[in-house]
């Protein structure tokens, strides 16, 4: 009988699996460092994307603020003159000029914020990828300052619902409509009114004309203060629209 001898395979070196494993490790590493650098791109193009949304709802903020803080000038010009006009004896002409201020001011506008895009990174937490530490900061300071001036404007508008209430114990009702439809069918926010003829106060009661001085200078207050206020929003939104725009090389 035969007796075959069984062949060995020589034994592989202890090199050749260090190589292996080398090989197998830069593999790995190599796809670790492709997929880390894939994510760090998407992220970049999210936070210039982010980035373009923020400026351009800065532009509108800072637009909006400008219209405001002129509207905002007018009513001061008219709670100051009401005010004035109502110290004195009050005949046809100066019947005129309190309709029309009366009028100008209680149409109070406020502040429509363009908070989407700051909205969309905090509550999503996507704040992260904004990687400009300043402008993340900038951001925030913002986005607290117009929150506080929002519930600012709600005060307002609670002591505007009590203007309106006194002065229609003093103005005519049917006076003031037309003088309303006059407001927002002509060029109001250049100033050019064209004002109809008013009829007179319905009282003259100085009680209730005292009534309504009290009432135009707490709005006169107000108006002030928020009017300095939105003038800071103002700058603080340019400010962050020429650091984006500085940071991030954007037009």
Wanted: proline residues 2%; glycine residues 2%.
């Amino acid at each position: 009988m035969e007796v075959h001898a069984h062949s060995h395979t020589p034994r592989k070196n202890w090199t050749h699996y260090l190589w292996e494993f080398l090989m197998l490790f830069l593999a790995v590493f190599c796809g670790f460092l492709a997929e880390n650098q894939r994510e760090h791109l998407v992220e970049h193009q999210r936070e210039k994307q982010y980035i373009k949304n923020l400026l351009q709802d800065l532009k509108q903020d800072t637009s909006a603020l400008s219209q405001n803080i002129k509207s905002r000038e007018r009513r001061r010009i008219s709670a100051d003159s009401l005010i004035e006009e109502l110290s004195f004896p009050i005949n046809n002409e100066i019947q005129n000029s309190i309709y029309f201020n009366a009028n100008r001011l209680n149409s109070l506008a406020v502040f429509n914020y363009s908070n989407s895009t700051i909205q969309q990174l905090k509550n999503s937490g996507l704040m992260r990828l904004i990687r400009k530490l300043d402008i993340v900061n900038n951001i925030n300071s913002y986005d607290l300052l117009v929150t506080r001036h929002k519930v600012r404007e709600e005060v307002e508008l609670d002591l505007n619902l009590e203007f309106s209430k006194a002065i229609c114990s003093v103005l005519d009702a049917v006076t003031v409509k037309t003088l309303s439809d006059s407001l927002v069918n002509t060029a109001f926010n250049t100033g050019r009114v064209i004002r109809p003829v008013y009829r007179s106060l319905i009282t003259k009661d100085p009680d209730k004309i005292n009534l309504v001085k009290g009432q135009t200078a707490l709005l006169y207050n107000r108006n002030l203060s928020n009017y300095n206020q939105m003038v800071q929003i103002r700058k603080e939104a340019v400010n962050i629209i020429g650091l984006i725009k500085k940071e991030y090389h954007l037009e």
